[in-house]
């Protein structure tokens, strides 16, 4: 069955403190796969997709890489504001809809 | 460009009530996805229309159902409500099927059952 997986649960980081989230998976027919983040109380705002293995996308101090079974958003030197919950979700087969992972937590302490 | 738009905000009800919650999507997208967020779990997929016509759905009861009108816009419907459908009913809309189109999230309904 297609898995998403997201680790680790939650992650408390210090402004400045770079770190790595991962999203590993097992799905047929991977179409792409897409991060998103989610404040409380909001739904998900769109960041990034990425459709093949050796794939990168940089936005501000975010930049997500793929691979076949995993992909990793790293975070470089946090600020408080990128305290958030980070989805990543996968789009596979002929089917339209998303299987998403259940998310980190990211805390980011000044 | 206005976003993804839900209506209501929040929505009280009674075990065994009906619920109706709305959506327009982003103007120019035909796709609108409906998903569950329930305390301390993930997105759950719900339902998937696109033209007007119900192209799959996840695994939740007949109880849910929903509706895509004419000019793009949807309706969920949760009959028979159970405390256990309480959660962040989330909406979203993609420009087109058959490409690897992002979803696009309203922030939602929260719907809460007593």
């Known amino acids: 069955e297609d898995q998403v997986t997201q680790s680790p649960e939650a992650l408390r980081l210090q402004e400045g403190e770079s770190s790595s989230l991962n999203c590993s998976y097992t799905v047929s027919g991977l179409r792409g796969l897409f991060w998103y983040r989610q404040d409380p109380g909001k739904g998900p705002e769109f960041l990034f997709t990425?459709?093949?293995a050796g794939e990168e996308k940089e936005k501000e101090r975010l930049k997500a890489t793929l691979t076949k079974k995993e992909s990793f958003l790293h975070i470089t030197a946090p600020k408080p504001e990128d305290s958030a919950t980070y989805l990543c979700a996968v789009q596979r087969g002929n089917n339209n809809d998303m299987r998403f992972g259940a998310g980190t937590r990211l805390t980011v302490k000044p | 460009e206005a976003g993804v738009t839900q209506s209501p905000t929040h929505l009280i009800k009674t075990r065994g009530q009906q619920a109706t919650l709305r959506c327009s999507p982003i103007s120019g997208h035909t796709s609108v996805y409906w998903y569950q967020q329930a305390l301390g779990l993930g997105l759950q997929f719900l339902l998937w229309?696109?033209?007007?016509?119900?192209?799959n759905r996840g695994n939740f009861p007949p109880r849910f159902s929903g509706r895509q009108f004419p000019n793009y816009s949807s309706e969920l419907n949760v009959n028979a409500l159970e405390l256990e459908d309480s959660a962040l009913y989330l909406c979203a809309s993609s420009l087109e099927t058959g490409v690897r189109s992002p979803l696009h999230f309203g922030n939602g309904t929260r719907l809460t059952v007593t």
């Open positions: 229309y696109d033209e007007g016509e119900e192209r």
């Open positions: 990425l459709y093949s």
